[in-house]
C-alpha cells in the first residue's frame, strides 16, 4: 500500500522569497515519487520526478526536490518565488518495479500556493 | 512538444445518459491511465491500459466504467448509466515507460 500526505493545505509567500512545501509518503516498494503542477484551468504538468537516482532532484522553473528516506519525506523547494508559481502542488507516488500496483500513481491532497508581490 | 490532448474540455449531462469522454495520448506512448477528481477532494486512479486490456482497475471502476482504443490514436472513458457523484474533472495521463505519466488538461464531467 502506498499513501501520500502533504502537511499544507495552503502556502503563501512573499515574490522572492523562498518556497517550500512538504510531503511525505508511505510505501511498501521503493517508489518512485513525482511533484506535478496545476494551474488554473490547466491540466497536471509533470515538475520533477524522482527514481532511485540522486536524492536531490532538479525540475522545470527553478524547483528542486530532495529525497529523504529515513525521514520517508520529498519537499518541494524553490530560492525564489515568482508570481507565475502561483498554483496548485501534487505530491504523487507511484511504486517502482516490483510493486503489484506498478504505473498506479497515488496523489497527495494538493497544495495551493499563493504568491504575493 | 508533444501532450495529451482530451475533449471535451466540460461535458453536462442529465443523470442516467451514457457519456463518452475522449482522450488523444502522446503519439509513441503504449499505457493509458484515467484520474478523476471529485471537487475538493484528491485526484483518484481510476484505470490503466496496455495491449489494448485493462491492467489494473480501481474500486471506484466498476460495471458501469469501460475504456477502449478504438483506433491507433484515441482512448475513450465511457460512463453508461451517469450518477450525480460521477460528477468531477476526469484527467487522461499517458507513458512510454511505467514511472512518468503525462496528463491531459482534463474534462470537466457535471451530472444533473
Known amino acids: 500500500a502506498q499513501s501520500v500526505t502533504q502537511l499544507d493545505s495552503h502556502v503563501s509567500v512573499s515574490e522572492g522569497t523562498p518556497v517550500l512545501l512538504r510531503c511525505n509518503y508511505s510505501s511498501s516498494y521503493s517508489p518512485s515519487l513525482f511533484w506535478y503542477v496545476q494551474h488554473p484551468n490547466k491540466g497536471l504538468q509533470l515538475l520533477l520526478k524522482?527514481?532511485?537516482?540522486?536524492?536531490l532532484v532538479k525540475g522545470i522553473n527553478g524547483f528542486e526536490a530532495e529525497f529523504k528516506k529515513s525521514e520517508t519525506s520529498f519537499h518541494l523547494t524553490k530560492p525564489s518565488a515568482h508570481m507565475s508559481d502561483a498554483a496548485e502542488y501534487f505530491c504523487v507516488v507511484s511504486p517502482s518495479s516490483g510493486g503489484t500496483s506498478y504505473g498506479k500513481l497515488t496523489f497527495g491532497q494538493g497544495t495551493i500556493l499563493t504568491v504575493h508581490p | 512538444e508533444p501532450e495529451v490532448t482530451q475533449t471535451p474540455s466540460h461535458q453536462v449531462t442529465q443523470m442516467g445518459q451514457e457519456v463518452i469522454l475522449h482522450c488523444v495520448p502522446i503519439?509513441?506512448?503504449?499505457?493509458f491511465y484515467w484520474y478523476r477528481q471529485i471537487l475538493g477532494q484528491k485526484v483518484e486512479f481510476l484505470v490503466s491500459f496496455y495491449n489494448n486490456e485493462i491492467s489494473e482497475k480501481s474500486e471506484i471502476f466498476d460495471d458501469q466504467f469501460s475504456v477502449e482504443r478504438p483506433d491507433g490514436s484515441n482512448f475513450t472513458l465511457k460512463i453508461r448509466s451517469t450518477k450525480l457523484e460521477d460528477s468531477a474533472m476526469y484527467f487522461c495521463?499517458?507513458?512510454?515507460?511505467?514511472?512518468?505519466?503525462?496528463f491531459g488538461p482534463g474534462t470537466r464531467l457535471t451530472v444533473l
Open positions: 503519439s509513441n506512448h503504449l499505457y
Open positions: 495521463a499517458s507513458s512510454d515507460v511505467l514511472d512518468t505519466q503525462y
Open positions: 524522482y527514481t532511485s537516482a540522486a536524492t
